[in-house]
């Protein structure tokens, strides 16, 4: 089956960090970029950066430069997303989303910051 | 970065009618223009790619089409499952962007 899984929901305090899994199954792994996009309570959708899963090279938006890092594990064909210094406007479901046109999404990681 | 604006924000509709979202970029851009429904509690889903690519598995109701700065999505006949935010998305140029979303309201 083909599918993106995600780590379960997470709560932290201002200042932390936070790794949110993304596990690919049921397709080529080396084929297809993962994006990452988050989503804030009643609001749309912002995407964060991708990364190449075949080199690791990464792109990231600048409103999360030097605060975010994506990696990833072949040999699990995992993706993962870091995001540090959080502040409450980090409260957001996380998605990962496959390839040029988005076209196979996980079901979104929520993250709660929280003091 | 791209500017989309879509619109309307809002639409009430009754089944069967006709929808049409705009999808307008603040810049020209390629046909790498994607629209999606977003369900309440539910991720986002795929309905066309590259401007006017159908996907499989959804309905042909769904069309797209446009080029340049325009976009448009268009719902021939309106269904009650089709209640949703739709969004349309650009990843012709880096950063890539999404507009702001489109709630479609089902009287």
């Known amino acids: 089956q083909v599918q993106l899984v995600q780590s379960g929901a997470e709560v932290k305090q201002p200042g932390a960090s936070v790794k949110v899994s993304c596990k690919a199954s049921?397709?080529?792994?080396?084929?297809?970029?993962i994006h990452w996009v988050r989503q804030a309570p009643g609001q749309g959708l912002t995407w964060m950066g991708t990364?190449?899963?075949?080199?690791?090279?990464?792109t990231y938006a600048q409103k999360f430069q030097g605060r975010v890092a994506m990696t990833r594990d072949t040999s699990s064909t995992t993706v993962y997303m870091e995001l540090s210094s959080l502040t409450f406007e980090d409260t957001a479901n996380y998605y990962c989303a496959r390839g040029g046109a988005f076209d196979l999404w996980g079901e979104g990681t929520m993250v709660t910051v929280s003091s | 970065e791209v500017v989309l604006t879509q619109s309307p924000d809002f639409q009430s509709v009754t089944p069967k009618e006709k929808v049409t979202i705009t999808c307008r970029a603040s810049?020209?851009?390629?046909?790498?223009v994607h629209w999606y429904q977003q369900r309440p509690y539910q991720s986002p889903k795929l309905l066309i790619k590259y401007t006017s690519q159908s996907i499989s598995g959804v309905p042909s109701r769904f069309s797209g089409g446009g080029s340049g700065t325009d976009f448009t999505l268009t719902i021939s006949s309106l269904e009650p499952e089709d209640a949703a935010t739709y969004y349309c998305h650009q990843s012709s140029i880096l950063p890539y962007t999404f507009g702001q979303g489109t709630k479609l309201e089902i009287k």
């Open positions: 810049q020209t851009i390629s046909s790498s």
């Open positions: 990364i190449n899963p075949i080199d690791g090279s990464t």
């Open positions: 049921g397709y080529t792994f080396s084929n297809y970029y």
